[in-house]
């Protein structure tokens, strides 16, 4: 079965920012406001994403109040991968609203008809449906994101990538302390070291739970990129 596509161009608007994300440096999705951005800057991070689709299908309602008939088009439908679980375990691909926590209260009555469309739609096609705001988006994951963001061109040996990697593959997890403290002894390197292991975090190689705060006793593995 052929995935969606895009089923409506995103245009500039006045009103907001609006331009194209590159996804994993392959692909440009359509964004229209910088929580949208912030969206899909999130989504490229997951290694548990495997991609994202923006205005992924138009959908029919019914307004109670008004008797009209609407088309609603959600934001994106965002795919996931399998990794090592088990098929009956798949992740349900998620069809997002992201919408500024401010308007959706304000709006909620108006916008409910075609929300409910959205979840109807959603379970026929073996989706779920959510309303992302600032507090799903702009969290911690997203603050750690950033901070990463200006280690991620820098350049190291490789030889010296993958022994800190050899190590956590052997180890399963480790800490940040212990590779900093096996791999780059002494102050000039240590400092090196951290920097490597943020570029490690950044370019994917390491992963780590993003929704806490970073410490030395931070854990970090190898992620499951399949």
């Known amino acids: ?108 009555r108006e916008w409910s008809p075609k929300w409910k469309a959205a979840m109807r739609h959603a379970n026929n096609e073996g989706w779920a449906f959510r309303i992302h705001d600032e507090s799903r988006i702009r969290d911690k994951t997203l603050d750690n994101i950033t901070f990463l963001a200006r280690y991620k061109r820098m350049v190291f040996p490789s030889v010296e990538s993958q022994a800190v990697l050899n190590t956590v593959r052997e180890m399963r997890v480790a800490t940040l302390d212990y590779l900093l403290s096996r791999h780059f002894m002494g102050d000039i390197y240590r400092a090196e070291g951290i920097a490597h292991l943020w570029h490690l975090l950044a370019t994917r190689q390491l992963d780590c739970d993003m929704a806490q705060s970073f410490s030395p006793l931070s854990e970090v593995w190898v992620p499951d990129h399949e």
């Open 1 to 108: 079965m052929p995935l969606p596509t895009s089923v409506r161009k995103i245009g500039p608007t006045r009103r907001s920012v609006s331009g194209y994300y590159a996804f994993r440096g392959e692909e440009s999705i359509a964004f229209e406001s910088t929580l949208e951005r912030d969206f899909l800057i999130k989504a490229d991070f997951d290694v548990s994403v495997l991609g994202v689709i923006s205005q992924p299908c138009e959908i029919p309602f019914h307004h109670p109040v008004t008797g009209r008939r609407y088309t609603y088009t959600p934001d994106y439908l965002v795919y996931y991968r399998l990794g090592n679980r088990h098929y009956k375990d798949y992740p349900k691909p998620l069809l997002v609203e992201v919408k500024p926590r401010e308007k959706w209260l304000e709006h909620w």
